[in-house]
Each structure stands twice: as structure tokens, then as C-alpha cells.
């Protein structure tokens, strides 16, 4: 099974800009879709954006400050925050599964997950 760590979170003032990153210990990291997940105090763990063979998409709030990439030399996924907003002060995390969904909603899913990163805290001031 394939483990995540994610890493990058941290403190950052609105309209700033931080990189997450989302590594993978195991093989055939390319044969696996990953997702970017948030999850704040009294809220349940929503989605972020994701990447697949052929796709990317992105919760509405995000689009267009948000950007997912994944380097799979590397075995890393990443998630570039630009344009910060204190809303999106949340733990990050990123998750993974190795499995083709016929229908590429479900990989905006928690459920449809099977292994997930420890998270990252991301704080954006006012």
C-alpha cells in the first residue's frame, strides 16, 4: 500500500501564496488518482481539487487560485494556493486510490479514498 505525507502548510497572510505537497512511499504512484482535501473545527472533510490519467477539477470556491499538478518522477502531488483567503485556513489533506471510477465525480468523494496523508495545517490571517 502506498503511504502519503503531505507537507508545506503553514502560516500565510491573505492574497499570499503557499505549495503543498503530497509524497508517496511505494511503487506505481502513477496507477494511483490523488485528491486535496480540507477540514475545519466542526465541519466535515470536503473536497479540494483532484488529478487523475486524463483530468483535473476543483471545488468552485478555489477555481482559479488553486492549482493541482503532480510530478510522477518524483512521486509527488501538488497543490499551488495562490491568492489566499482566510476561508481557507483548514488541515490539508491528500488522499489516494487505485481505482478508475466510470464516472469522474467520485474522485471528488472522501469515501471513494482508500489511503490518506496525515494533513497539514494551513492558516491564513486577515
Known amino acids: 500500500q502506498v503511504r502519503l505525507v503531505e507537507s508545506g502548510g503553514g502560516l500565510m497572510q491573505a492574497g499570499g501564496s503557499l505549495r503543498l505537497s503530497c509524497t508517496a512511499s511505494?511503487?506505481?504512484?502513477?496507477?494511483?488518482?490523488v485528491g486535496w482535501f480540507r477540514q475545519t473545527p466542526g465541519k466535515e472533510r470536503e473536497f479540494v481539487a483532484h488529478?487523475?490519467?486524463?483530468?483535473?477539477a476543483y471545488e468552485d470556491s478555489v477555481k482559479g487560485r488553486f492549482t493541482i499538478s503532480r510530478d510522477n518522477a518524483k512521486n509527488t502531488v501538488y497543490l499551488q494556493m495562490d491568492s489566499l483567503k482566510p476561508e481557507d485556513t483548514a488541515v490539508y489533506y491528500c488522499?489516494?486510490?487505485?481505482?478508475?471510477?466510470?464516472?469522474?465525480?467520485?474522485?471528488?468523494?472522501?469515501?471513494?479514498?482508500?489511503?490518506w496523508g496525515q494533513g497539514t495545517q494551513v492558516t491564513v490571517s486577515s
Open positions: 511505494g511503487r506505481a504512484f502513477n496507477t494511483y488518482a
Open positions: 488522499a489516494a486510490v487505485r481505482a478508475v471510477y466510470p464516472n469522474s465525480a467520485a474522485y471528488t468523494e472522501v469515501g471513494s479514498y482508500d489511503v
Open positions: 488529478t487523475d490519467w486524463a483530468s483535473t
